[in-house]
């Protein structure tokens, strides 16, 4: 006989998985609008027949304009505003779950800023270096500073005994001055470039292609892995370092991982997409209204609600100042604002 303690564990944990999967067809339903938005009007029985005949050539005749608009140029946005949504949104948790503080976000260690200013680099000398790889050269260059950062942070840590609060403040000085070298080259960047360094820094999915999707989506995979694996001693981590040591949690371990992971999810997401604020502080916090504090729930729900998001976010961009588009950036900043000050508000840490 099933005792009555398990059953309700049993019908709460239920419900949050009802809350998960109901989530599936809202971000398809995201996706699908987004995929029928934009300067070209495709209709819905357009659009379906051009989706159908990626795997059935034979079925219907659909104009090639139409085909490339929707497989090349409109799929792999919304595939890399999922991607960097979940991104996001699981660095989001982790770093959260590993300072126990609901105002932490992927950019408290100053990843975005190093990837600032290395792209910064790469956009003044980049098509003189890699003539025809400007894109790439521009996320090796940000992926590039992003693990400096991070490589100096670690060891200020280790000369500290793995003090993790050494490795917080060591992000935050780290952010400031990447932040200084990033307006010391905006300041003698020639207007045209300076220009570049702008809508960089607003972040955008315009030039998201297959291979750069594909890219994103192996580094998400592999760290966002890690953390799906030890959701449930992240949340231990709430309940206080000596509670999580005595259920055999090696805490300092846990949080040097964490904080690996969160730094590379941070960068896929920043490397390609640019700076893009307030997702990663508002999909965890949305998550956990609605499939409360246990991690092996907040972590999915974190990565679906950072990809709607994201892709609600970027189609707004392409309609609402149409046939302009508008940063995705700005957009999650509107949304986001709002939601931090609330936070501020109620937090039990101001």
Not at 8 to 13: N, P, V
Not at 75 to 85: C, E, N, Q, S, T
Not at 86 to 92: D, F, I, S, V, Y
Request: proline share 4%.
């Amino acid at each position: 006989m099933t005792k009555p303690g398990v059953e309700i564990y049993r019908k709460i944990t239920g419900k949050k998985r009802l809350i998960l999967w109901a989530m599936v067809p809202v971000l398809a339903g995201v996706a699908f609008i987004s995929l029928g938005s934009g300067a070209m009007d495709i209709t819905l029985s357009e659009l379906v027949s051009i989706l159908l005949e990626r795997f059935f050539p034979a079925r219907s005749e659909v104009e090639p304009l139409q085909y490339i608009t929707i497989w090349e140029l409109r799929l792999p946005v919304i595939m890399m505003a999922l991607l960097a949504g979940t991104a996001l949104g699981m660095a989001g948790t982790g770093m959260q779950a590993i300072l126990n503080n609901p105002l932490a976000s992927p950019y408290t260690l100053g990843i975005s800023s190093a990837a600032g200013f290395g792209a910064a680099l790469a956009i003044i000398f980049g098509n003189e270096v890699v003539p025809g790889g400007f894109d790439f050269m521009v996320a090796a260059s940000a992926f590039f500073f992003s693990c400096i950062a991070f490589g100096f942070i670690y060891m200020v840590a280790r000369i500290k005994g793995g003090s993790f609060g050494a490795m917080l403040f060591a992000g935050i000085a780290l952010m400031y001055l990447f932040s200084a070298l990033l307006a010391l080259v905006q300041y003698f960047a020639p207007e045209e470039v300076l220009q570049q360094i702008v809508f960089w820094m607003f972040g955008s999915f315009d030039s998201a292609t297959w291979t750069k999707v594909l890219i994103v989506a192996v580094l998400v995979l592999g760290a966002g892995g890690f953390l799906a694996k030890n959701a449930w001693q992240l949340t231990a981590l709430k309940f206080g370092d000596d509670l999580a040591l005595g259920m055999g949690i090696d805490t300092q371990r846990l949080r040097t991982s964490t904080v690996i992971c969160t730094s590379l999810l941070t960068t896929a997401a920043v490397c390609f997409c640019g700076v893009i604020g307030f997702i990663g502080l508002v999909a965890p916090h949305w998550a956990r209204m609605l499939l409360g504090e246990d991690n092996r729930f907040v972590i999915p729900g974190s990565c679906l609600i950072g990809g709607i998001l994201l892709i609600a976010a970027d189609t707004i961009g392409k309609m609402v100042i149409a046939p302009y588009v508008l940063p995705v950036g700005i957009v999650t900043s509107f949304i986001g604002a709002p939601f931090f000050l609330y936070l501020i508000m109620r937090s039990r840490y101001l």
